[in-house]
């Protein structure tokens, strides 16, 4: 990996975030209404030379492009504004919700590669076989079902059926790490079950594809145990396909978060973006919008790193 490349990514990355900071901030301004129209409807009848002067506190008084730039400004200085309901600094919320996320996007990610994985596996070395349909069902099932759907049925079934889990908050782990994954468990599993099937879709095609090349053959033709092949000729060359689903994916995990923090009462980033948008808050979603896209720019360039990591010949210059 050269120093070139890395800056080349990074000024991509910049673009990127600024291309997503245009375009939330372009989106939320076309939405009928604004945070002194949600005030308005908490708070009963205001007269129109109040709410002038609510929406002058607020800046929105200001043309579109002057919000922008003021707001790009700040940002330039790693300031992403405040709160308007709250008058809170939107960064400081952001530092205290992102581990609530990261943990749920974490736990999400080891579920569906415990279980992707080794099905994937399982099903590519049994091609036509049952464990093979059964991993087509589950492919099928878990691309199909929608996440909210599942975290529902989990719900109903793990805690007010059985009371394994409960149906929903959140414990720190600093007040009680069992409490913690105990009210993690479900969101996690909910939301990682997209990720699990199209793990095992994407790990059954391409260890099939690898295991039909010549030097596999030549492997087995060498005497070589069955293990040894597939973990280490094939399984290896095998997963470069496998590392650019996940890492796309995470993206999709950190996206799926906002409903499933909803679900649980998660207070997470998805979650603090669900309520700014319900009370028009634009500081508060441009914000957590910037930094989820910032996230997934950085988990690309790791998944970039582990191409050379995984694969010798993967070189960038």
Do not use: C
Not at 153 to 160: N, R
Not at 222 to 245: D, F, Q, Y
């Amino acid at each position: 990996m050269s120093l070139g490349w890395l800056i080349r990514r990074v000024l991509l990355a910049l673009m990127a975030a600024l291309g997503v900071s245009v375009l939330v901030f372009t989106l939320l301004r076309l939405v009928p209404g604004d945070v002194v129209t949600q005030l308005i409807g908490l708070e009963g009848n205001v007269s129109a030379e109040q709410q002038a002067e609510m929406r002058r506190l607020f800046g929105l008084d200001q043309p579109i492009w002057m919000q922008f730039g003021t707001w790009l400004i700040a940002l330039m200085q790693g300031d992403l504004g405040v709160s308007l309901r709250t008058d809170r600094p939107v960064f400081q919320d952001l530092l205290l919700r992102f581990p609530v996320t990261l943990q749920l996007t974490a736990m999400a990610l080891f579920f569906a590669v415990l279980v992707g994985l080794p099905l994937g596996i399982l099903a590519a070395l049994r091609r036509g076989q049952a464990a093979d349909l059964l991993s087509s069902g589950f492919v099928l099932i878990g691309l199909a079902a929608p996440e909210f759907w599942l975290a529902i049925l989990m719900i109903l079934l793990f805690s007010l059926n059985l009371g394994w889990f409960p149906p929903n908050g959140y414990v720190s782990p600093a007040e009680s790490v069992w409490g913690n994954l105990r009210s993690m468990f479900l969101p996690a599993l909910a939301l990682s079950f997209s990720l699990a099937a199209a793990t095992t879709r994407i790990v059954r095609a391409s260890l099939l594809d690898v295991l039909s090349q010549d030097y596999i053959r030549t492997a087995r033709a060498k005497g070589l145990r069955a293990s040894t092949v597939i973990m280490r000729h094939a399984l290896r060359n095998a997963m470069i396909p496998v590392v650019t689903v996940i890492g796309l994916q995470v993206g999709n995990l950190l996206g799926g978060a906002v409903i499933i923090e909803q679900l649980f009462g998660l207070p997470g980033v998805g979650r603090f973006a669900l309520e700014g948008i319900n009370l028009r808050d634009y500081p508060v979603v441009q914000g957590a919008v910037l930094w989820i896209a910032v996230s997934f720019v950085l988990v690309n360039v790791v998944v970039d790193l582990l191409y050379s990591v995984i694969d010798r010949r993967v070189v960038y210059s």
